[in-house]
Structures are given as C-alpha cells and as structure tokens.
C-alpha cells in the first residue's frame, strides 16, 4: 500500500481514494512529519504507514529533498527558527513553509499552526540576519558556548478552529487527516436529521434528511437546456450522490460549494447504472438555516459572580440581532437559579460566527442550541 500510495501521490484524487482503501483494511496512516517522514510514503509496521512529504501540494520535490537532506546532515529540526535558518529560503519558500503548516507537517514542534503561520515572517527574518551574520564572519556567542538555536518566541494569537485547521488540510492533501468538519455539527444535527448515511435506506416514496459535507460537484446540461447538479455528500459515514433537478438548481445553487454542509431532504433511491444508493433532493438547507427552522431557542449560561460577562454577552449579540431565534441567560447563583427569556429586540439569527464569537467570549459548555 505504501508502494502504491507512493506511485500516484501526483494525483491526490487516487491518494485520497487509497487512504480511505487503508481505512477498510485496518491500515494507519501516520500524519506527515518534517522530522520523521520521507519524501515517500513508507511502511512501518505491518499495520503502519508514514505519510509521503512528497503527498504535500505545493511542496515541490526539490524543496523537499533539500529539506530532508538538512535533516539527514544535521539531525531533527528543533522548531520552526532552526528549520529556517538550516534550509534555503530561495528553495524553501513561504510558499513551501505555508503547504507543511497546514498539512500539519510541523506540528512536531510543539506549537500550533496558527503560530506557526504568524511566525513565518519572523523566523525568515530571524534566518536572513543569521545568514548575513555568517558571511560577515559573525557568530552567536551564545550559540557558540551551548552548541544550540537560541529561543526565540512564536507570535502569539488564537487556535485555529477546527473548521480551519481542517480546510488547510485539505487545501494541501486533499483529504481531511486529523478529523472532519461535521464532528463539531454532530450533537446539533442529531435534532435535524434522521439517519446519518450510512444507515439511510430506501423508504418507499418517503421523504428522508440527512446532512454531509459537499465532497465533489458535478454540473449537466439537460435536453431542454436547463442545468442539474449531482453533489457528492460525505458525513464520515458514507458518501451519497445526490441528484438536484433543474427546478431546484436554481433555488438552491448559492449552497453548492465545494466543502459546504448542507441539509437535504429527498427520497432515496438505486442508481440503476451504479447500483448505489442515490438521493433525489427535494429541499436544502444550509446549518444557519436549519437552527432558523428548528432550533427553540440559543442558551448562554451566565454566573452573577461575573457581572462584566453580562456586558460581553450583550456586545456580540448585538451584531448578530435581527433574526428568529429567542435568546434565553440560564442564570445560576448559590442560592437560586432560572431561566430569563430576552425581549424580541434581541432576537438573533444563530449563525456558526455567532456561536463561534459566544464560545470564545465564554466557554463551549456555556452556549448551546436547543432543539425541541
């Protein structure tokens, strides 16, 4: 498998392809590792493979081969300073650095990718000074006495979210490595959909929902002129084709991108020429728009401990007013608690940006959607 995996990483649909065949048959893919991985992928074990570098787009092979030669000369890399004034920046581009980070190449060295991005500039800066000190016939003396890089600090700002994390793997190989972007909309879609899709069957002329994430868009041009859409819809269960006729085409193409999670209800039925599973979609709904249509009602859990979070609350909500959902305070003292429904003024349409700017003001145990 690594020998095949290794003669098509140029072509990351098939790469993609055969992760998934090492998933069937129990096989690990270890994540991509500027330390520890080849340009290659490579057999560990009988049940373990090393992701190629090599599988990495926009990570040329000789900027590659340039960087594991550095470290077959030298040794591991100690963090994201030494690898930059160890390689040639001419081959070795922001544009190579940026491919490792989000591939997750470097999360080795002990912090996370979006430190490592914001400290890009720094490093290169801090690897150019390094190289002109060298021609000049300057050294470090610190450097000198302790045979080591001396520390310099990662710019500091926030994580990544998982959304973000994950798209930049995918950017970069094609597939979603260290999780998929469902995961974080699965306890809320427990109250929206009825099967995940694996477990979607065919019910007779029955109308079923389900939710995934579009995995591939492929655009027809009817007889009459009109155009259809087929998506394919992952929800790391399955993958399912659905067929969107020209009448719904047009209602619903602004959802149609690529990486997109969308709600559809349809029927399910046999594709008579693949012999799988098909959904004929009749209504799609994008996540913002089903919490319209479903949710009770936001929660945010407020203590009177912390009488500025009161004032933090109302600062986000007010750039998000002017929806349908209610928003409810879940407000707990020592001695009692209740739940305060807030007026209509403060109504708010609960998009993934509103929640996200919640759990970051609070925590995400504080702020839930409700469903009935």
Same mark, same amino acid.
């Given at each position: ?41 490579? !057999?560990?074990?009988?049940? *373990? ?12 092979? !000789? ?35 940026? !491919? ?67 798209? @930049? ?8 490595? +260290? ?7 699965? *306890?809320?879609? %427990? ?45 790391? +269960? ?9 009448? %719904? ?53 407020? +203590? ?38 807030? @007026? ?29």
């Amino acid at each position: 498998m690594a020998a095949v995996l290794s003669a098509d990483m140029d072509h990351t649909d098939k790469v993609v392809h055969f992760v998934e065949d090492c998933d069937v048959l129990g096989l690990k893919i270890a994540p991509p590792d500027i330390n520890h991985s080849d340009y290659f992928f490579k !057999a560990l074990d009988e049940k *373990n493979l090393a992701y190629g570098l090599g599988a990495i787009k926009g990570a040329g092979q !000789a900027a590659l081969d340039l960087i594991i030669a550095a470290r077959n000369k030298d040794g591991v890399f100690k963090n994201l300073f030494d690898f930059c004034q160890r390689v040639d920046s001419r081959k070795v581009n922001r544009r190579v650095i940026e !491919a490792c980070i989000k591939a997750g190449a470097f999360d080795g060295f002990g912090t996370h990718r979006a430190s490592l991005m914001a400290s890009i500039d720094l490093a290169l800066q801090n690897a150019d000074q390094h190289s002109r000190n060298q021609s000049a016939g300057q050294q470090d003396l610190f450097a000198v006495l302790t045979d080591t890089t001396p520390a310099i600090d990662y710019v500091k700002v926030p994580l990544w979210n998982d959304y973000e994390r994950l798209l @930049g793997e995918k950017e970069t190989l094609g597939l979603y490595l +260290s999780g998929h972007p469902i995961q974080r909309y699965l *306890n809320e879609l %427990n109250h929206i959909i009825q099967y995940r899709l694996a477990d979607a069957r065919p019910e007779g002329n029955k109308s079923v929902t389900v939710a995934g994430i579009i995995a591939s868009i492929r655009l027809i041009q009817t007889k009459r002129g009109d155009r259809m859409a087929v998506i394919g819809l992952d929800d790391n +269960s399955a993958q399912i084709d659905v067929v969107i006729f020209p009448e %719904n085409y047009q209602k619903y193409r602004e959802l149609l991108i690529k990486d997109n999670l969308v709600i559809v209800s349809g029927e399910i039925g046999i594709d008579e020429f693949s012999n799988q599973y098909r959904l004929l979609s009749r209504e799609m709904f994008s996540m913002n728009q089903a919490r319209e249509r479903h949710a009770k009602y936001l929660k945010v859990c407020l +203590s009177p401990e912390k009488q500025e979070d009161f004032n933090k609350l109302a600062f986000v909500l007010e750039k998000h007013k002017g929806g349908q959902c209610p928003v409810i305070i879940d407000y707990a003292s020592k001695n009692a608690k209740a739940q305060l429904q807030l @007026g209509k003024e403060w109504l708010v349409a609960p998009t993934d940006q509103l929640l996200q700017s919640l759990r970051e003001t609070f925590t995400d145990d504080d702020v839930m959607m409700v469903y009935s």
